[in-house]
Nanobody, 124 residues
Framework: QVQLAESGGGSVQSGGSLRLSCAVS????????MGWFRQAPGKEREGVAV???????TYAGSVKGRFTISQDNAKNTLYLQMNSLKPEDTAMYYC??????????????????WGQGTQVTVSS
């Protein structure tokens, strides 16, 4: 079993920055592909950024150039640095993980483990 716990959400003005963290615990033997997803009220969940065990990444077009996904394997922590935030980035952000090594999909249905989420609110 793998447990994921997000933190770092909050309220920020348009143009501001936030860094989300996802602490990973449990049986991580062999490595996992991981990602960040978000869901705004009344909208479907969408993939934001994902990273595989080799460090390769995929970003949604709406965040490319503004968001950066990274991981610190020594700390078992996944990060999402969000810059130049826009009101349309407002959503609940979730961390996800899957034991497939090279999963670079932005489809949340392909990920096995999920955190509880952290809220990000961007005001104009």
């Amino acid at each position: 079993q793998v447990q994921l716990a997000e933190s770092g959400g909050g309220s920020v003005q348009s143009g501001g920055s936030l860094r989300l963290s996802c602490a990973v615990s449990g049986d991580m033997y062999g490595g996992y592909s991981m990602g960040w997803f978000r869901q705004a009220p009344g909208k479907e969940r969408e993939g934001v950024a994902v990273i595989d065990v080799y460090g390769r990444t995929t970003y949604a077009g709406s965040v490319k150039g503004r968001f950066t996904i990274s991981q610190d394997n020594a700390k078992n922590t996944l990060y999402l640095q969000m810059n130049s935030l826009k009101p349309e980035d407002t959503a609940m952000y979730y961390c996800a993980a899957d034991p497939k090594w090279s999963l670079l999909s932005l489809d949340g249905a392909e990920y096995k483990y999920w955190g509880q989420g952290t809220q990000v609110t961007v005001s104009s």
